[in-house]
Protein backbone atom coordinates (compact mmCIF):
# COMPACT_ATOMS: atom_id res chain seq x y z
CA UNK A 1 0.00 0.00 0.00
CA UNK A 2 2.93 2.16 -1.20
CA UNK A 3 0.19 5.02 -2.16
CA UNK A 4 -1.96 4.80 0.48
CA UNK A 5 1.28 6.21 2.97
CA UNK A 6 1.48 9.48 1.61
CA UNK A 7 -2.07 10.26 2.78
CA UNK A 8 -2.82 11.89 6.17
CA UNK A 9 -2.27 9.74 9.45
CA UNK A 10 -4.98 11.01 11.33
CA UNK A 11 -9.03 11.67 10.60
CA UNK A 12 -7.84 15.04 12.23
CA UNK A 13 -5.72 15.35 9.47
CA UNK A 14 -7.85 14.75 7.01
CA UNK A 15 -10.29 16.73 7.74
CA UNK A 16 -7.91 20.01 7.86
CA UNK A 17 -6.41 19.36 4.34
CA UNK A 18 -9.53 18.24 2.90
CA UNK A 19 -8.12 14.84 2.00
CA UNK A 20 -11.10 12.11 1.26
CA UNK A 21 -8.86 9.31 2.99
CA UNK A 22 -6.44 9.04 5.57
CA UNK A 23 -4.05 6.24 6.28
CA UNK A 24 -3.41 4.90 9.98
CA UNK A 25 -1.58 1.54 9.34
CA UNK A 26 -3.55 -0.21 12.05
CA UNK A 27 -6.58 -2.94 11.51
CA UNK A 28 -9.97 -1.86 11.74
CA UNK A 29 -12.25 -3.86 14.01
CA UNK A 30 -12.97 -6.15 10.78
CA UNK A 31 -9.21 -6.55 10.60
CA UNK A 32 -8.24 -4.39 7.52
CA UNK A 33 -5.43 -2.83 6.88
CA UNK A 34 -6.94 -0.19 4.43
CA UNK A 35 -7.59 3.60 4.44
CA UNK A 36 -10.18 4.95 5.73
CA UNK A 37 -13.20 7.75 4.54
CA UNK A 38 -12.29 10.93 6.27
CA UNK A 39 -16.44 11.66 6.56
CA UNK A 40 -17.74 7.98 8.50
CA UNK A 41 -14.15 7.33 10.12
CA UNK A 42 -15.00 3.73 8.16
CA UNK A 43 -12.47 1.61 6.42
CA UNK A 44 -12.82 1.49 2.34
CA UNK A 45 -12.63 -2.15 2.60
CA UNK A 46 -15.87 -2.32 5.31
CA UNK A 47 -17.33 0.22 3.29
CA UNK A 48 -17.30 -1.63 -0.04
CA UNK A 49 -18.69 -4.65 2.02
CA UNK A 50 -21.66 -2.88 3.67
CA UNK A 51 -22.64 -1.55 0.01
CA UNK A 52 -22.89 -4.54 -1.50
CA UNK A 53 -24.75 -5.83 1.37
CA UNK A 54 -27.28 -3.15 1.05
CA UNK A 55 -27.47 -3.56 -2.78
CA UNK A 56 -28.34 -7.08 -2.27
CA UNK A 57 -31.08 -6.67 0.41
CA UNK A 58 -32.75 -3.94 -1.90
CA UNK A 59 -32.25 -4.84 -5.22
CA UNK A 60 -34.67 -2.91 -6.88
CA UNK A 61 -34.72 0.29 -4.67
CA UNK A 62 -33.90 2.20 -7.50
CA UNK A 63 -36.59 0.93 -9.26
CA UNK A 64 -39.15 1.28 -6.52
CA UNK A 65 -38.02 4.94 -5.80
CA UNK A 66 -38.87 5.93 -9.35
CA UNK A 67 -42.33 4.20 -9.37
CA UNK A 68 -42.91 6.01 -6.21
CA UNK A 69 -41.96 9.10 -7.31
CA UNK A 70 -43.97 9.14 -10.72
CA UNK A 71 -47.40 7.82 -9.31
CA UNK A 72 -46.96 10.50 -6.46
CA UNK A 73 -45.50 13.42 -7.69
CA UNK A 74 -45.76 13.28 -11.47
CA UNK A 75 -44.86 17.28 -12.41
CA UNK A 76 -42.09 17.43 -10.03
CA UNK A 77 -40.91 14.26 -11.87
CA UNK A 78 -41.50 15.62 -15.42
CA UNK A 79 -39.68 19.07 -14.23
CA UNK A 80 -36.56 17.06 -13.39
CA UNK A 81 -36.28 15.06 -16.10
CA UNK A 82 -36.79 18.55 -18.01
CA UNK A 83 -33.71 19.71 -15.95
CA UNK A 84 -31.56 16.89 -16.62
CA UNK A 85 -32.17 17.39 -20.06
CA UNK A 86 -31.61 20.69 -20.45
CA UNK A 87 -28.35 19.66 -18.66
CA UNK A 88 -27.52 17.56 -21.02
CA UNK A 89 -28.15 19.76 -24.29
CA UNK A 90 -25.73 22.20 -22.41
CA UNK A 91 -22.79 20.15 -22.08
CA UNK A 92 -23.47 18.41 -25.63
CA UNK A 93 -23.71 14.97 -23.75
CA UNK A 94 -25.08 13.33 -26.81
CA UNK A 95 -22.98 14.16 -28.73
CA UNK A 96 -20.02 13.18 -26.33
CA UNK A 97 -21.58 9.81 -25.34
CA UNK A 98 -22.46 9.02 -29.45
CA UNK A 99 -18.64 9.88 -29.25
CA UNK A 100 -17.73 7.49 -26.76
CA UNK A 101 -19.65 4.79 -28.07
CA UNK A 102 -19.91 4.62 -31.27
CA UNK A 103 -20.88 0.91 -32.35
CA UNK A 104 -23.85 1.40 -29.50
CA UNK A 105 -24.75 4.82 -31.49
CA UNK A 106 -24.63 3.08 -34.71
CA UNK A 107 -27.00 -0.08 -33.55
CA UNK A 108 -29.44 2.28 -31.83
CA UNK A 109 -30.01 3.99 -35.61
CA UNK A 110 -30.04 1.00 -37.29
CA UNK A 111 -32.29 -0.72 -35.05
CA UNK A 112 -34.23 2.25 -35.37
CA UNK A 113 -34.10 2.11 -39.72
CA UNK A 114 -35.56 -1.51 -39.67
CA UNK A 115 -38.39 -0.68 -37.28
CA UNK A 116 -39.62 1.55 -39.56
CA UNK A 117 -38.90 -0.64 -42.61
CA UNK A 118 -40.51 -3.40 -40.96
CA UNK A 119 -43.70 -0.66 -40.21
CA UNK A 120 -43.75 0.19 -43.30
CA UNK A 121 -46.03 -2.22 -45.68
CA UNK A 122 -46.39 -1.93 -49.50
CA UNK A 123 -49.43 -0.13 -49.68
CA UNK A 124 -48.93 2.35 -47.46
CA UNK A 125 -49.27 6.16 -48.97
CA UNK A 126 -45.72 7.59 -49.44
CA UNK A 127 -47.02 11.13 -50.73
CA UNK A 128 -49.58 11.40 -47.77
CA UNK A 129 -46.14 9.96 -45.27
CA UNK A 130 -43.81 12.82 -46.94
CA UNK A 131 -46.59 15.63 -46.43
CA UNK A 132 -46.30 15.00 -42.88
CA UNK A 133 -43.15 15.28 -42.84
CA UNK A 134 -43.35 18.64 -44.30
CA UNK A 135 -45.63 19.78 -42.22
CA UNK A 136 -43.67 18.99 -39.20
CA UNK A 137 -40.84 20.90 -40.92
CA UNK A 138 -43.10 23.61 -42.14
CA UNK A 139 -44.40 24.42 -38.28
CA UNK A 140 -41.22 23.81 -36.85
CA UNK A 141 -39.93 26.90 -38.80
CA UNK A 142 -43.31 28.55 -38.43
CA UNK A 143 -42.95 28.50 -34.90
CA UNK A 144 -39.25 28.34 -34.10
CA UNK A 145 -40.33 25.67 -32.10
CA UNK A 146 -38.62 22.05 -33.11
CA UNK A 147 -41.56 20.44 -33.75
CA UNK A 148 -41.40 16.15 -35.07
CA UNK A 149 -43.42 12.97 -37.22
CA UNK A 150 -44.81 11.00 -33.72
CA UNK A 151 -46.13 7.69 -34.15
CA UNK A 152 -49.18 7.84 -32.21
CA UNK A 153 -49.02 3.99 -31.75
CA UNK A 154 -45.31 3.61 -31.09
CA UNK A 155 -43.80 1.67 -34.02
CA UNK A 156 -40.99 0.01 -31.27
CA UNK A 157 -43.41 -0.77 -28.43
CA UNK A 158 -43.02 -4.14 -26.24
CA UNK A 159 -46.80 -4.44 -26.25
CA UNK A 160 -47.93 -3.54 -29.79
CA UNK A 161 -46.47 -2.00 -33.36
CA UNK A 162 -47.80 0.47 -35.02
CA UNK A 163 -47.25 1.13 -38.77
CA UNK A 164 -45.67 3.82 -40.14
CA UNK A 165 -48.80 4.68 -42.44
CA UNK A 166 -50.39 8.26 -42.51
CA UNK A 167 -52.93 7.64 -40.56
CA UNK A 168 -50.33 6.79 -37.42
CA UNK A 169 -48.53 9.83 -38.27
CA UNK A 170 -48.79 13.27 -36.18
CA UNK A 171 -46.99 16.57 -35.57
CA UNK A 172 -46.03 17.31 -32.03
CA UNK A 173 -43.19 19.15 -30.49
CA UNK A 174 -39.79 17.90 -30.22
CA UNK A 175 -40.33 18.50 -26.48
CA UNK A 176 -43.79 16.32 -26.32
CA UNK A 177 -42.09 13.38 -28.52
CA UNK A 178 -38.96 12.84 -25.98
CA UNK A 179 -41.02 12.66 -23.11
CA UNK A 180 -43.45 10.15 -24.98
CA UNK A 181 -40.44 8.22 -26.41
CA UNK A 182 -41.81 4.38 -26.97
CA UNK A 183 -44.99 5.03 -24.50
CA UNK A 184 -48.07 4.46 -25.46
CA UNK A 185 -49.31 7.78 -24.67
CA UNK A 186 -52.69 8.98 -24.12
CA UNK A 187 -54.19 7.59 -27.51
CA UNK A 188 -56.19 4.62 -25.43
ZN1 LIG B 1 -12.62 -2.78 7.61
Known sequence: MGQDTCLPSTRHEAKLSDSVYYYTGRPC??????????????????NKLWC???????????????????????????AQLKKVREWAREVGYARKWRN????KARYYVRTRQIALLKAFPPWADV??????????????????????????????????????????????TKEENRLKGNKLGDVW
Open 29 to 46: KNGHTAKRLTKSGKCIEC
Open 52 to 78: QKFAAANPTRHADSYAKLKSCYPDKLA
Open 100 to 103: QNRE
Open 127 to 172: EAIKYEYLLANYVSRLTGIPHEVDHIIPIKNPTVCGLHVPWNLRTI
